[in-house]
């Protein structure tokens, strides 16, 4: 069962991302904020991770940075979730630049979510 760590600080996509994701059969683990979110991921080794941008204590791209940048963590497939506004698709090219597999903007349709995380599988 691959195991999927969600760090976002809204707990109602949490709940969302929840009730989707775990029937699909993934074992779900989550953080509410960037330190929480690093703690649980070298805790758990999840299989991918769900990365908010806009998250507090340690931000999305702060934490996608040191998720990268660090042996034992580069390997995890990271897909960005967020609402921030990306006009000209800059948000997008700088957090796949620093090693994001894949971005989603939302609102985002929840097959999409379950698709993307297959394929990084």
Request: glycine share 8%; no cysteine.
């Amino acid at each position: 069962m691959a195991r999927i760590l969600s760090i976002e600080d809204d707990p109602d996509i949490q709940r969302l991302i929840g009730a989707t994701l775990f029937p699909e059969g993934y074992e779900m683990h989550y953080a509410f904020n960037g330190q929480e979110g690093f703690e649980k991921v070298l805790l758990v080794d999840p299989d991918v991770i769900l990365l908010d941008m806009m998250i507090p204590i340690l931000s999305g791209i702060d934490l996608l940075k040191r998720l990268k940048g660090r042996k034992e963590t580069q390997r995890i497939p990271v897909i960005v979730l967020t609402a921030f506004g990306d006009e000209g698709g800059m948000l997008q090219k700088s957090v796949m630049a620093l090693g994001a597999d894949d971005y989603l903007r939302k609102p985002v349709m929840i097959d999409e979510v379950i698709a993307r995380v297959k394929q990084v599988l």
